[in-house]
């Protein structure tokens, strides 16, 4: 196709407001995909996605339309719908030229609308309003008009009505990528610069990326490289998604699709990295290149010390398909050798985790996550730290500075005094707050990144009774008062249960970890000090009364075998034991104990 009859586009949506849906009603009109070859929702490949609603990793896909007797070539890009991967959002869509914005015609507009049509907007898309599922009996769409403009500020005559389930809009939605989104922008260059958006591991092709061609052209057998990371090598194949895999001998500008070269490991291709010719190379790389960095470290160990190797493969694997995910050996006196890994954020985190439990069939426990804190050193230096154990010691930090995040809260209007509350216990402050509609207030909130890690969305959805919903950006650095909460068991250390806390904070928590370790810990033969302690200060404590314990007492010395029983069943359960200075703690406390903290 001619350029000016290509165009790239995409859509953007909360979770459930009907994306996959939609995308399958494209692909079906255009005769993309044949009604009967359809699987129910074809864009959405993994299990895990489906059942999350989450869209993780973008299938670019080709669809040929007529539009007034000329063939056009629609590109969409999926994109991940949640905020944790704005990062791969952002990728996306810097390969468009416009965007579907779905909003759900009974839901209305929710935090991840607002964050996606933020992005969209900072790309300088053009951007289609779709209100959809006008089918439902619940469809308020003059409602939703209404908000586009007041929150979005989009004019409402741009909007369309829509149901992906019924079809209705389908043609107008069709006619409108093709006239009032803009043709393939930066074409114009003479040296091929193309973007890869995208990476994917294939056990046969090795890696397959995703790629929006800029200007120039791409044939297959050309020697190129990467601008960014320098690495040279020379296409083995390129070609379009439509939906499968389609190779061509050559692609021009404005084009999308993928391209695979001699390299194997996911980790050498930098996402957002520019791809040029190395016969004639283009001068500068696309804009807005960035790096994925992980904001979220949490050590995962396996639970049975023996699937080490096997938990080493796994999260090696997820990597290979997860450019996002970082790993890094590690080793800790309570629970033996693991990883500490870096994600997105915590839905990300939780994906991993999940996929490790159930792909790679392991029982996996993982310590406290943590984000990542700046440290200034009194010489001067500043440090990194995503590891409790490596915050220096109070002598020797002149500051320590957190990621903070910009929260977008959506809430019924009945519930702003509990979520004002939460906001500030987590050490966040309002920034400012919005009508969404009669119902529905938006506040836009600042807090520390590490006070929304572990219960504030479940708070949330409860305050709310599931009314809520929550997207965030992140946001600057800022210095706080930060200290190490050490957890010490008869005196010792115990590695697995370190943290880093606010100041304000260390006590309640401390105290909450002691009073839950003495719950879960056995009683030992003498007494055990369980304590919290910031530095040298104790902050909590709780102690453990001695028990003489004697496991055959019960058996009034009669019967032998089953004294023998009990006798094997105690050496069996030591060996699940791990040996904190005196003091023999059960795997499973350890696993008790981080769950519920
Ligand atoms: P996604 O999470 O945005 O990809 O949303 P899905 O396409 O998976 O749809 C979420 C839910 O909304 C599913 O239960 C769909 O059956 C339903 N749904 C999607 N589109 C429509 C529509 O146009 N009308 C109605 N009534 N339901 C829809």
């Known amino acids: 196709a001619e350029i000016d009859h290509i165009r790239n586009f995409c859509i953007i949506a909360h979770v459930d407001h009907g994306k996959t849906t939609l995308s399958d009603r494209l692909l079906e009109q255009t005769r993309t995909v044949q009604q009967r070859e359809m699987k129910e929702q074809l864009l959405d490949s993994m299990d895990l996605e489906r059942e999350r609603g989450i869209t993780i990793k973008s299938h670019p896909v080709s669809m040929i339309y007529e539009h007034e007797g000329k063939e056009y070539l629609l590109n969409l890009i999926d994109t991940p719908g949640h905020v944790d991967f704005s990062y791969e959002v952002s990728r996306s869509l810097a390969a468009c030229e416009g965007a579907l914005l779905l909003i759900d015609a009974a839901q209305g507009i929710e935090a991840q609308t607002v964050a996606n049509a933020n992005l969209a907007m900072a790309q300088d898309l053009e951007i289609i309003p779709v209100i959809n599922k006008v089918d439902l009996p619940s469809a308020n769409p003059e409602a939703i008009e209404h908000q586009i403009e007041e929150i979005l500020a989009l004019p409402r005559e741009d909007t369309i009505r829509a149901s992906g389930k019924s079809g209705i809009g389908i043609q107008d939605i069709l006619s409108a990528v093709v006239n009032r989104l803009p043709p393939p922008r930066w074409a114009i260059f003479p040296q091929a610069r193309v973007l890869v958006f995208d990476a994917t591991y294939d056990a046969f092709k090795g890696v397959i990326c995703y790629i929006r061609i800029f200007s120039g052209e791409i044939k297959k057998n050309d020697e190129i490289v990467f601008m960014g990371s320098g690495t040279k090598t020379t296409v083995k194949e390129i070609g379009r998604f439509s939906p499968q895999m389609i190779s061509e001998k050559s692609m021009t500008a404005g084009r999308t699709g993928y391209l695979v070269t001699a390299i194997k490991e996911l980790s050498q291709i930098k996402i957002g990295d520019t791809i040029t010719l190395t016969s004639e190379p283009a001068k500068e790389p696309l804009p807005g290149y960035k790096e994925v960095r992980p904001m979220v470290f949490s050590g995962v160990y396996p639970l049975d010390t023996n699937d080490y190797t096997k938990l080493k493969t796994g999260v090696a694997k997820l990597q290979m398909n997860d450019a996002a995910l970082t790993f890094q050996a590690e080793s800790s006196a309570a629970l033996g050798f693991g990883f500490r890994c870096g994600f997105l954020g915590l839905l990300h985190m939780e994906i991993v985790q999940e996929r490790l439990r159930r792909e790679y069939d392991l029982d996996i426990i993982s310590t406290y996550p943590s984000v990542v804190y700046k440290v200034t050193k009194s010489d001067g230096s500043i440090i990194n730290v995503d590891n409790p154990l490596f915050l220096p010691d109070p002598g020797e930090i002149e500051q320590v500075e957190e990621p903070t995040i910009r929260a977008t809260i959506h809430t019924p209007n009945g519930c702003i005094g509990d979520i004002l509350a939460l906001v500030s216990e987590k050490r966040g402050f309002c920034d400012h707050t919005e009508t969404v509609d009669a119902d529905r207030v938006m506040l836009v909130c600042t807090l520390p990144l590490n006070e929304i890690l572990i219960d504030f969305n479940d708070r949330l959805k409860s305050i709310t009774k599931g009314y ?83 496991v055959t007492a019960k058996c009034y010395g009669g019967d032998i075998t089953r004294k023998r029983k009990l006798l094997e069943k105690q050496k069996e359960g030591k060996k699940r034991m791990k040996q904190i200075g005196k003091v023999a703690i059960p795997q499973d406390a350890f696993v008790k104990v981080l769950k519920t903290s």
């Open 468 to 550: 809520g919903s929550m997207d965030y950006e992140l946001g600057d650095y800022q210095p706080g008062d930060l200290v190490r909460l050490d957890i010490l068991v008869n005196s010792e250390p115990v590695d697995a249960f370190a943290s880093i806390v606010h100041r304000d904070k260390a006590a309640s928590r401390g105290r909450a970890l002691c009073e839950r370790l003495k719950e879960i810990l056995p009683q030992q033969m003498f007494k055990v000090a369980i304590q919290a302690s910031v530095g040298s200060n104790i902050v909590a404590r709780e102690s453990l009364s001695a028990l003489r314990k004697d």
